[in-house]
């Protein structure tokens, strides 16, 4: 069990930038896997990105390659995600999620969210 809250989500311009963070509850952090998902209105529930336990692997969706990168501090119970060159299809809720691996469909713990809106 493990309880997680997101933070950082705000209005940008395209092109901006915007750095989430997600404080994670309890003593088994580093137990997990940690990831990043989206959800515009009316579409179904994206990955996004995923680091490892130790931090040592990553997986990124291909729509934000290159652009966004997740990181943990594991002695701050906290995860990140910096994105970069913001595009207005990556308006969306964004979920910290909780997991075994790096694998999309193994995350099953979620946050509430923040919201990110990005403006043409």
């Known amino acids: 069990q493990v309880q997680l809250v997101e933070s950082g989500g705000g209005l940008v311009q395209a092109g901006g930038s915007l750095r989430l963070s997600c404080a994670a509850s309890g003593r088994t952090f580093r137990t997990y896997a940690m990831g990043w998902f989206r959800q515009a209105p009316g579409k179904e529930r994206e990955f996004v990105a995923a680091?490892?336990?130790?931090?040592?692997?990553?997986n990124y969706a291909d729509s934000v390659k290159g652009r966004f990168t997740i990181s943990r501090v594991n002695a701050k119970n906290t995860v990140f995600l910096q994105m970069n060159s913001l595009k207005p299809e990556d308006t969306a809720a964004y979920y910290c999620?909780?997991?075994?691996?790096?694998?999309?469909?193994?995350?099953?713990?979620w946050g509430q969210g923040t919201q990110v809106t990005v403006s043409s």
């Open positions: 999620a909780a997991g075994v691996t790096i694998t999309p469909t193994d995350f099953d713990s």
């Open positions: 680091i490892s336990v130790s931090g040592t692997s990553t």
